[in-house]
């Protein structure tokens, strides 16, 4: 699959100039759109929408420095409507507007051309199963979070904090599904994997889909489908980040299986001190290829 990563970002490169159509490059990876969508931007930070923008704009910086086509001719090139649009979105990346940079050699920002690669660290192996799971519904407490990528997210530990003791044996209670016990339920609401970007989190139990959810509790229905299980051990939350990252730029690529739409769980039984922890991470997936 790397490959045909590679071969979608070939793709960008040759229209950036023109017309990118998520669809055509879901089509040369071979894989559905919304895979394509959430695959690309765990591996390369950002979603495909702001690479194309940045990638666009390091060309037009490059021309506009140029001189040999009119501001108006770069900003048609780079498909913006107007002049005032495309020195909008040039000020936005380089700090500068194209006329000031044309007259006064500015130093401009630049997006590097992208590609994909697989990195083998150290000698140990990614122990994961792939379970088939009937309709189930998360039930808890939620809260909009931002992406913190590294360290404890303050944010999420203010929420499992403001749940008292009693509501937490009320929410456990609930728990009728594997994974067992509370769990961490992500729900991403875009296909951004930028630091700081908006998610739906759950501290939460699983359950039947058709479970009514008790009063002053949220709840997310799951559809019926494949999931495949992660389990690492190790230092917290080190491990459990690494091994987030190792499933995205590592198994996802060389593995059958796509991304399907739905949350990320995870569960995790820390030790006293809260050093280490034994973690599982459930992705939603369904079969797709590879090669």
């Known amino acids: 699959m790397l490959e045909r990563l590679n071969q979608a970002m070939a793709y960008v490169e040759e229209h950036l ?4 159509e998520v669809t055509e490059l ?6 559905s759109e919304y895979h394509f969508r959430r695959l690309f931007s765990a591996l390369a930070g950002m979603p495909l929408s702001e690479y194309v923008r940045r990638r666009r704009l390091t060309l037009a910086g490059a021309e506009v420095l140029a001189g040999e086509r009119t501001l108006l001719e770069i900003a048609v090139r780079y498909g913006y409507g107007s002049g005032e649009a495309f020195a909008r979105a040039f000020r936005a990346m380089h700090g500068t507007g194209p006329g000031e940079a044309r007259r006064q050699g500015a130093v401009l920002d630049s997006q590097p051309r992208m590609s994909f690669r697989l990195v083998i660290e150290g000698s140990s192996s990614m122990r994961y199963r792939i379970v088939e799971k009937p ?23 203010e929420l499992i904090q403001s749940v008292g003791p009693e509501e937490v044996q009320r929410i456990t209670a609930l728990s ?23 998610l739906d989190y759950y501290h939460a139990v699983l359950t039947e889909a058709s479970h009514p959810v008790p009063d002053g509790l949220d709840s997310l229905v799951i559809e019926a489908g494949l999931w495949a299980v992660f389990e690492n051990t190790g230092a917290y939350p080190q491990a459990l980040q690494e091994m987030w990252r190792d499933v995205f730029t590592q198994w996802f690529p060389s593995n059958p299986f796509v991304i399907r739409e739905g949350p990320e769980i995870l569960r995790t039984r820390p030790t ?18 590879i090669g």
């Open 26 to 31: 879901a089509r040369i990876a071979v894989t």
């Open 272 to 289: 006293a001190d809260w050093k280490e922890s034994d973690s599982q991470l459930w992705i939603p997936v369904e079969r797709g290829s």
């Open 135 to 157: 309709e189930l519904r998360v039930v808890g407490r939620k809260a909009r979070v931002p992406l913190i990528h590294e360290g404890v997210n303050p944010h999420i530990a």
């Open 17 to 20: 100039d023109g017309t990118i």
């Open 176 to 198: 009728s599904q594997e994974p067992e016990g509370i769990l961490s339920v992500v729900q991403h609401l875009s296909d951004s994997r930028e630091e700081g970007v908006e």
